[in-house]
């Protein structure tokens, strides 16, 4: 960076951004001080939520782009990041079997779902947008936003899409676009796409996928080994008209990354846009011509493309580190499975495990309570252990366990999201301090 500046000759900061070194420490020291109220993402005995550091790579490109801190709306706010932010987009619509795209970056998933259903009411106006009742809750809000109306369609006893509650609906003639979530925010579960897809495209209607989440396991699709899933899903997702995924989630980006993706480049067009600021230095598309957005970081794409040049979003690259979180999954769900003192909620499509504590007698009141206490007691403990917590509802936990005892309207179960790939090597450790935290035994 420093040889860069240097090009354009010397000059001397202004005395008014003049901070002094001592009060600078002095200020330093009450920041790291208040960090420390912080959860330890980066250790394997986290095991909660959707959460790990990024990459050093990742790291050290959103570092040095920031120093310049290029502004990707325009052209003229960074070429170099808005070059790469183009071929990170390239590659994503790659990873996801799209042979024609138009998308770009975004700040988070849920504007990235924004646009998606934004371009969808465009296209089915006065039509509504389904989508299951396990989406992720934006989805509602959204709808909210656009002024849609959103249809919840319930969901199977694994967490997928209904979907002949699904036919039913579009039958009504209601609905414009389905959103379809490859990776539910909760469990993990994966809709049935290929299976959704001809459905709606019989009632003509619209098919996005949300893949914030689970968009990078399409490459484990099909993958030899027991990291391997079914790969019929994943394929049909390249004929769905839209993606969004979240590299700030599974591709090892610091937060405000996520992407959204359209395959009929077209729908440009609903973008409307007159700037009378920017543009200037090019006649091409610029990217804010096509974003909600206006600014958006540069340092982001860089980030994301200097962790793609050495882990690529490809089986061999990135699919690895996937393939790792996927094992634990598997290999915790297995223990679950033997273990007295613990019972599965359901098994593992991804890499969230979800389960609760084995009581008898068995009733939701008491499931929530112990929930409840073992992830309080999990992070008091000396040797602690960071989990989360997933409210079930009564149909939804009878669904999967009818033997218990629906005393309540739902319970608390508890969850863990095993990301990063150092879980795999933890999964005994975390297994046996959580049932030690079941009770006294
Ligand atoms: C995380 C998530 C979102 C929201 O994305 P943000 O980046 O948190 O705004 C939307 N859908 C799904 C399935 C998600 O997992």
Redesign the pocket.
Known sequence: MQDWADTFGPYAPHPSLAVDDERFAAAFERFTGRLEDNYPFFHPRYAGQ?LKPPHPAAVVGYLTAMLINPNNHALDGGPATAAMEREVVASLATMFGYDTHLGHLTT??????LEALFVARELHPGRGIAHSAD??Y??GRMCHVLGTKGHPVPTDGRGRMDLDALDDLLRTGDVGTVVL?T???GLGAVDPVHLALPIARRHGVRVHV?????GFFTLLAGADGPEGIPAEPWRAVARCDSI?V?P??HGLQP?GC?AVLFRDPEVGRFYLHDSPYTYFTSAGLHLGEISLECSRAGASAAALWLTFQLLPPTPEGLGRVLAAGRRAALDWSRLIDESPYLTLYQKPELDIVSYFPALEPATLSGIDAASGRILADGMAAPDPVFLSTLRADREAFTARHPGITADADGARILRSVLMKPESEHHVEHLHARVEHLTGPH
């Open positions: 959707m988070s998933g849920t504007v990235a779902n989406a992720h934006t989805h979530t990776g539910t925010t949300d893949a914030a989440y689970g969004v979240d700030h989630k937060y996520g």
